[in-house]
């Protein structure tokens, strides 16, 4: 018996050698990364809140970058989704589109309903008609994809700010939130389309073509 547990003993101190202890501090190798990857999950527990925040800024930025230069196949923004990105937006539509007392327009509540419950509709949709994707992955991508139509706003907000009300100005706002729709619609199919049975995606897409349609349409009647 004590041959045996010899040799086994023996037979360990070998493999120790060739296969060498590779354990790490996570944590460390964490707080020197310079750029979110959205491929890997984060350990944040034993860091302070403010690199935890910093991180999830850096992340919901690069996911902003996805958006704005979309690329057919790139399924970052459904693997790790969040609604930090999403619930930005519709707050900050929102409060664009806020209309103050004695003017007529949408209030605050009516805008963001819209939005949140207009996603939603979307996303059942989806997983009606057979998508591969979660509940919450496809709120995030119709999120996200509310950048472009947020910009328009902006630049619509400005362009009235900026002159009188005229119909060269008009048609201004209509090219810059067309451009907005189109952005948003092709973004949001660049993520979801691979995700859709290829029988039904004309259905999957008509409700995504009209829910950033009717927010593009607010904002070009409201943002002034």
Known sequence: LEKEIAAKDQRAHEQQKFYPDLSGEIAGAVSKRSEPNLDRDFDTLDEPVWVTVKRDLNTVGAK???VLFPTQGNQSLLR???LWGPLFICVFISLLLHSSEGKMGPHFTEVFTLTFFGACIVTLNIKLLGGTISFFQSLCVLGYCLLPPGAAAVLCKVLTFASEQSSLLFVIRLLVTSVGFVWATYASMAFLAGAQPPRRKALAIYPIFLFYFVISWMI?????
């Not at 070009?220 to 002034?224: E, L, R, V």
């Open 64 to 66: 902003f970058g996805l």
């Open 220 to 224: 070009i009647s409201h943002s002034h």
């Open 80 to 82: 790790n989704w969040d």
